[in-house]
Nanobody, 125 residues
């Protein structure tokens, strides 16, 4: 069982930066492939970024590539999402998710085993 708690959301202006954190419980964090997803009002949840077990491979949605950076610190059981050059279109609730030892179909939220409660990110123009 893994519990995920996101933090770091807030209200920022376009062009600003924000870093989200996701703290995981449990002693096997390094066995989990981690992802960030987001859901804007009236829209479906979408994949944002993912990182493999040791942080050596990262994956991004085209909409955030070059602006967002995902990373993880297995010693701290935490995954991060550094968001730069934020746009109003980035406004959403951001969720972190974990799946045990598989990166197959990593853009598919339905394949993840655990989810956090989400943190709101609002970008004003």
């Amino acid at each position: 069982q893994v519990q995920l708690v996101e933090s770091g959301g807030g209200l920022v202006q376009a062009g600003d930066s924000l870093t989200l954190s996701c703290a995981a419980s449990g002693r096997t964090f390094s066995s989990y492939f981690m992802g960030w997803f987001r859901q804007a009002p009236g829209k479906e949840r979408e994949f944002v970024a993912a990182v493999n077990w040791r942080g050596g491979s990262t994956y991004y949605a085209d909409s955030v590539k070059g602006r967002f950076t995902i990373s993880r610190d297995n010693a701290k059981n935490t995954v991060y999402l550094q968001m730069n050059s934020l746009k109003p279109a980035d406004t959403a609730v951001y969720y972190c998710a974990a799946r045990y030892y598989s990166d197959f179909g990593y853009v598919r939220g339905d394949l993840y085993d655990y989810w956090g409660q989400g943190t709101q990110v609002t970008v004003s123009s």
